[in-house]
């Protein structure tokens, strides 16, 4: 299960010009908006999480706690770490929520037991049409078509060009260099392609998630489809310029062929986890041989709606601090309220290094 777990952050209007020059700014009407924030990803084939949270001004949100460097597993799918303490500082555990499945099926989502949003046994489809009500809050999407991505080729690099990167250092000299093809579809489509290094670090037998990795999710290249021109400073190590959130309006019609390099993550010993049985705490000391890494990729289809969000989000990144830039407004499409309710499938593959 995906967890999501997002801010509001408001924007507050700027002008710069040769003359002076008034703005008229409509504040939100603090009696009338909702103060709950919905955020929810319908996931082809997962079951449908939903979270809610109080919704906060600029400066007043609590920190977003969220480890990028390593992630846990019970599954081939790779979850990532996410400390739970800000949804428990932020969430609302008492809300009651429904979800319509293609005008017909209603279903009552309760709070999960680790109280990370509200679950339901139904899982998304291809073409469902759902609709969430919570809280006078309202919001709908519909599931796009499965995409498709074929591996065609791959190698590995003993010289990473990319050592260097935005502040960010790669301390491997190894890339797996991928070539993939996207297929043409006919009709307009919205992609977020996910490239990400893993390896296997140790097995953890008295936890929940049987396995422990060391992510990299960051990857580079040079062909046309990644490159958004808005973009114009790099963020978090990923480059200037590049966005892994795309259409296909340059493959429309006819199939699209690019290289991916991803970065090898490190190989590192964990030398202790402490996890609680039902009577004791256990000091586990479990080490796991250094097994072959590998490359995940997986395309996903999204949402109209989810696309606009993340290109947001792409853009307010990189202009959060610039105050000669143009406001950037996160992109929302819940009704009464704030957020973001989406929807994606996906095509994934795994690709090994051979050790």
């Known amino acids: 299960m995906k967890r999501f777990a997002y801010a509001l952050i408001s924007c507050t209007l700027l002008a710069f010009s040769a003359c002076e020059k008034e703005v008229e700014f409509n504040a939100p009407d603090t009696e009338t908006t909702s103060?709950?924030?919905l955020n929810a990803i319908a996931v082809e084939g997962e079951p449908l999480t939903v979270f809610l949270s109080k919704a906060y001004s600029v400066g007043k949100a609590p920190l977003l706690d969220i480890g990028y460097n390593f992630a846990f597993t019970n599954k081939d799918a790779i979850q990532d770490y996410q400390s739970d303490a800000y949804y428990k500082r932020t969430g609302i555990f008492d809300a009651t929520v429904q979800a319509v499945v293609n005008g017909q099926q209603t279903y009552n989502l309760t709070l999960a037991e680790d109280s990370m949003g509200y679950v339901c046994s139904?899982?998304?489809?291809?073409?469902?049409?759902?609709?969430i009500q919570a809280e006078g809050l309202h919001v709908k999407t519909i599931v796009p078509p499965s995409p498709k991505i074929e591996v065609l080729d791959h190698k590995v690099l003993a010289e990473n060009p990319y050592r260097l990167m935005d502040?960010?250092?790669y301390e491997t000299d190894t890339i797996m260099r991928i070539t993939c093809r996207i297929p043409s579809t006919g009709t307009k489509q919205y992609y977020r392609l996910r490239v990400r290094g893993e390896r296997k670090l140790m097995y953890l037998r008295d936890l929940p998630y049987h396995a422990f990795y060391a992510i990299q999710d960051i990857y580079f290249s040079d062909d046309d489809i990644f490159e958004d021109k808005r973009l114009s400073s790099g963020f978090g190590g990923w480059p200037a310029y590049f966005s892994n959130v795309f259409d296909n309006s340059l493959i429309n019609g006819t199939e699209?062929?690019?290289?991916?390099?991803?970065?090898k993550?490190?190989?590192?010993?964990?030398?202790g986890f402490n996890t609680k049985g039902k009577d004791q705490i256990i000091h586990q000391q479990i080490y796991e041989p250094d097994v072959p890494a590998r490359v995940m990729v997986e395309l996903q289809a999204l949402s109209p709606e989810l696309y606009r969000y993340?290109?947001?989000?792409?853009?307010?990144?990189?202009t959060e601090n610039d105050a000669f830039s143009e406001p950037v407004q996160i992109y929302s499409n819940v009704q009464n309220g704030w957020g973001i309710f989406g929807a994606l499938s996906y095509d994934r593959h795994f690709v090994e290094y051979e050790e």
């Open 167 to 169: 502040g960010m250092k």
């Open 310 to 318: 993340l290109k947001s989000v792409e853009l307010f990144r990189i």
């Open 256 to 263: 699209c062929t690019f290289t991916i390099d991803s970065p």
């Open 265 to 271: 993550p490190n190989h590192f010993t964990i030398y």
């Open 122 to 131: 139904y899982r998304p489809q291809v073409g469902d049409h759902i609709e």
């Open 35 to 37: 103060k709950v924030t």
